[in-house]
């Protein structure tokens, strides 16, 4: 490398690379990191969220800049003959806080351009740039692959102020007493104020297609029922999250050009929620305390914490098979509302990624909201993508 190459390039601009930049800044200033982000902005548009319980108190406060919604008295959920208030705290971080706390770091190393090429030497863009480093780090998000077998969480949210105070006292993370069609459908509510509100249509779906304009009217329809007027949009957000029901991680990592990568394109996501919030912060941290930054020693490192990552998920992977294989599509609320009835303290090591053998046997036994036989069937792993 020549003198004046970065250290470490990351292709992409969003959560995980954002993170790995500002952890690499605050740990190991010394070091020069370039991000390459299409849109030239860290981020996009997006709302991430957390429970206290997902992250350590320092991670927290480390974030702390970029979230500024916290709510103590933490959420509800509503079901079909299930109300609940949870007392786990809540937090949702921004993507222009986010920005805004990472890209002065960068300062001009944040770079508007799209990759076309990446090695693990260097990086081409779309003008034929080409940036050379030592390290490179891909985190461009999932890209279609046959060696996992995903669904998929579609939303679309807008935040709205409200011509008057919408009541609200805490987040609504589940409100699934919506109609729900072919999907598992909830609406999803973040009160940022007493007449600003996030209302978010989110849908678990077989495949990834998004119908905006649909989703927009019954967001209308939703706050029309709440009894709510609006003044004024003030925002929109999209998504489409990989939930993962099975799959091969050797091959999956096996594919593509020989280079690291974080993010959900190392499939690092919770294969349940598809939150990818305390993998990124994970992420971070491993790569800024990583001795080799070479792209063959982040390679090792990453895929590494990938499949051990997948590995000790497998016990998640079967509920989500259940929810989309054994559960009518127009019944698949019941299986949720099933887990939410559970001790709270293990709706929260769930959302952690980090339940206990009592609560997989708590969540695995009893009366199943599915018939039984559909559900035995999605107990096994194949360890097979979708096309398999």
């Known amino acids: 490398m020549a003198s004046g190459d970065p250290d470490l390039i990351l292709v992409g601009g969003g959560l995980a690379s954002s993170l790995i930049v500002w952890r690499l800044a605050l740990d190991r200033p010394e070091l020069k990191v370039v991000v390459v982000e299409r849109g030239g902005r860290l981020g996009g548009k997006h709302t991430w969220s957390f429970f206290d319980g997902d992250i350590s108190a320092e991670d927290r406060a480390w974030l702390a800049p970029a979230t500024p919604h916290r709510w103590e008295g933490g959420y509800d959920i509503y079901f079909p003959g299930l109300s609940r208030s949870l007392a786990t705290p809540y937090n949702s971080m921004t993507s222009e806080g986010l920005h805004e706390a990472v890209a002065p770091l960068l300062r001009d190393r944040l770079i508007r351009g799209e990759a076309v090429a990446v090695a693990p030497d260097s990086v081409t863009l779309a003008d034929q740039t080409v940036i050379r480093a030592r390290g490179v780090i891909d985190a461009r998000g999932p890209s279609p692959t046959p060696h996992l077998d995903l669904g998929w969480q579609l939303f679309l949210g807008r935040t709205v102020r409200l011509t008057e105070p919408h009541g609200l006292t805490r987040p609504t993370i589940m409100d699934a007493t919506v109609a729900q069609g072919d999907a598992y459908r909830f609406v999803y509510l973040l009160p940022f104020d007493e007449r600003t509100v996030l209302v978010e249509d989110t849908y678990y779906v077989d495949g990834p297609g998004l119908d905006r304009d649909i989703?927009?009217?019954r967001i209308d329809d939703y706050i029309r029922s709440r009894?709510?007027?609006?003044?004024?949009?003030?925002?929109?957000?999209?998504?489409?999250?990989p939930i993962a029901l099975d799959?091969?991680?050797?091959a999956f990592w096996a594919e593509g050009p020989p280079v690291a990568r974080a993010g959900l394109s190392a499939a690092l996501f919770h294969p349940t929620t598809g939150y990818s919030l305390l993998d990124a912060v994970a992420t971070a941290r491993l790569v800024a305390q990583?001795?080799?930054?070479s792209s063959a020693g982040l390679r090792k490192l990453l895929e590494t914490h990938s499949k051990k990552?997948?590995?000790?998920?497998?016990?998640?992977?079967p509920l989500v098979r259940m929810l989309f294989r054994a559960a009518e599509p127009?019944?698949?609320?019941?299986?949720?509302?099933?887990?939410?009835?559970?001790?709270?303290?293990?709706v929260r090591r769930f959302y952690a990624g980090r339940s206990t053998a009592l609560d997989k046997a708590r969540i695995l036994?009893?009366?199943?909201?599915?018939?039984?036989?559909?559900?035995?069937?999605?107990?096994r792993e194949t360890g097979l993508g979708r096309t398999a």
């Open 215 to 217: 989703i927009r009217r």
């Open 227 to 241: 009894g709510w007027t609006v003044e004024a949009v003030v925002d929109e957000e999209d998504g489409v999250l």
């Open 247 to 250: 799959g091969d991680i050797d």
């Open 290 to 293: 990583a001795d080799d930054l």
């Open 309 to 317: 990552t997948w590995a000790d998920r497998a016990f998640y992977r």
């Open 330 to 346: 127009s019944k698949r609320w019941s299986v949720m509302r099933r887990f939410y009835s559970l001790r709270e303290p293990l």
């Open 365 to 379: 036994t009893g009366k199943p909201p599915i018939p039984i036989h559909r559900a035995l069937r999605q107990l």
